[in-house]
């Protein structure tokens, strides 16, 4: 079945730790979706998950990735109690995949969060807007030139009455672990 899917779509197929990813361009992402749920053999009935990777800093010589971002989406056949991955690549100068709730409700909210952490956009999204962080947040915290320290940090200022929002006042440092040893006489 996955490999007549792969032909079907144009993916291609791995295997790793005994589950099944088919990678698909984004222009055939929704119409596999659909196909995975509906089609009687697949009956891939629920979206576990769905993430956002980016691969900017990814070990050379592990995987090659054709983009720097990629989502990843996780489905469960809850009646043949199989699993299956479709991942899409995603271009960084135009991280645009479609949405897909109108195949799997509750991708709703996965779709906010990998927009918010990641800045990727999910085309006909009903209501893509941060999920985790403050609106007035700048930035995508999971993309991996993000700084450690952010860019902006909060308090709250007694005199105004409220939060204010000022720029970083800690010093970047170097997080190397310090180890510490105490000699001990015997």
């Not at 489905?75 to 699993?83: A, M, P, T």
């Not at 947040?137 to 200022?157: N, Q, Y």
Request: aromatic share 10%.
């Amino acid at each position: 079945m996955v490999e007549q899917l792969a032909q079907t779509f144009g993916a291609s197929t791995q295997t790793a730790y005994d589950e099944t990813t088919l990678i698909v361009q984004t222009e055939q992402l929704i119409s596999l979706l659909e196909t995975l749920r509906d089609d009687p053999q697949a009956r891939f009935e629920q979206l576990i998950d769905l993430c956002g990777v980016d691969y900017s800093d990814y070990p050379p010589g592990l995987t090659e990735h054709p983009e720097r971002f990629a989502v990843i989406y996780h489905l469960l056949s809850v009646s043949r109690n199989d699993r299956i991955r479709v991942i899409t690549y995603v271009a960084e100068d135009r991280p645009v995949v479609p949405s897909a709730i109108d195949v799997f409700a509750c991708a709703n909210w996965y779709e906010r969060e990998a927009f918010d952490l990641f800045g990727i956009l999910f085309d006909g999204h009903p209501d893509l807007r941060r999920l985790l962080t403050d609106y007035g947040f700048i930035g995508h915290p999971f993309r991996k030139d993000f700084p450690l320290s952010g860019h902006v940090e909060m308090r709250f200022d007694e005199k105004k009455g409220r939060v204010v929002y000022e720029p970083v006042s800690i010093e970047p440092r170097v997080t190397v672990p310090r180890i510490i040893r105490q000699d001990h006489d015997s």
